[in-house]
T-cell receptor, first 112, second 114 residues
Framework: DAGVTQSPTHLIKTRGQQVTLRCSPKSGHDTVSWYQQALGQGPQFIFQYYEEEERQRGNFPDRFSGHQFPNYSSELNVNALLLGDSALYLC???????????FGPGTRLTVT | SQKIEQNSEALNIQEGKTATLTCNYTNYSPAYLQWYRQDPGRGPVFLLLIRENEKEKRKERLKVTFDTTLKQSLFHITASQPADSATYLCALPQYGGSQGNLIFGKGTKLSVKP
């Protein structure tokens, strides 16, 4: 079992650009959540996808959008990048609404 | 909204001692609380889940307690080892009960010295 995988591992972008991050959930998991983690902080919830729809959303602007595909994999898109978007972006998957979450290794995004 | 406070940013202890980490929440009573371990540059790893009707839960050298009156969970690592050095995060549902997404504390960085 590969667990949760994310790509790319690292990414450097310029202010104003757009970025797409990808996530494949653990086998058997149908719910995917995305988190942003700044240095020294806990993960901040961005949104959650289930059955290809956004089910819950945290306090993030519309520049952050996502998608879930029929095979449960997911994408996180961020438009008009700001310096403050630099962070570790984590994807987590689970089966069912209240089970433990399995996190991927994250994508380190640097905006210059 | 719900707030989580992990009492210290860093905790330094000697190998073999028991490490005790604290997680306090401020508002809604959660139906459960989870603890994760995170190593630098990596995603969090799930350790334990404790439900509101459980006072204590154990897994090998780990023990978690949950006091809904104090709105507090304690996380203990007994016979600590340098390999236990990491950041430990607590997490619970944002709106109490089982409602809302999982929110995380800032974490406590544990360093176990040989």
């Amino acid at each position: 079992d590969a667990g949760v995988t994310q790509s790319p591992t690292h990414l450097i972008k310029t202010r104003g650009q757009q970025v797409t991050l990808r996530c494949s959930p653990k086998s058997g998991h149908d719910t995917v959540s995305w988190y942003q983690q700044a240095l020294g902080q806990g993960p901040q919830f961005i949104f959650q996808y289930y059955e290809e729809e956004e089910r819950q959303r945290g306090n993030f602007p519309d520049r952050f959008s996502g998608h879930q595909f029929p095979n449960y994999s997911s994408e996180l898109n961020v438009n008009a990048l700001l310096l403050g978007d630099s962070a570790l972006y984590l994807c987590a998957s689970r089966w069912g609404p209240h089970s433990e979450q399995y996190f991927g290794p994250g994508t380190r995004l640097t905006v210059t | 909204s719900q707030k989580i406070e992990q009492n210290s940013e860093a905790l330094n202890i000697q190998e073999g001692k028991t490490a005790t980490l604290t997680c306090n929440y401020t508002n809604y009573s959660p139906a459960y609380l989870q603890w994760y371990r995170q190593d630098p540059g990596r995603g969090p790893v799930f350790l334990l889940l404790i439900r509101e009707n459980e006072k204590e839960k154990r897994k090998e050298r780990l023990k978690v307690t949950f006091d809904t009156t104090l709105k507090q969970s304690l996380f203990h690592i007994t016979a600590s080892q340098p390999a236990d050095s990491a950041t430990y995060l607590c997490a619970l549902p944002q709106y109490g009960g089982s409602q809302g997404n999982l929110i995380f504390g800032k974490g406590t960085k544990l360093s176990v010295k040989p």
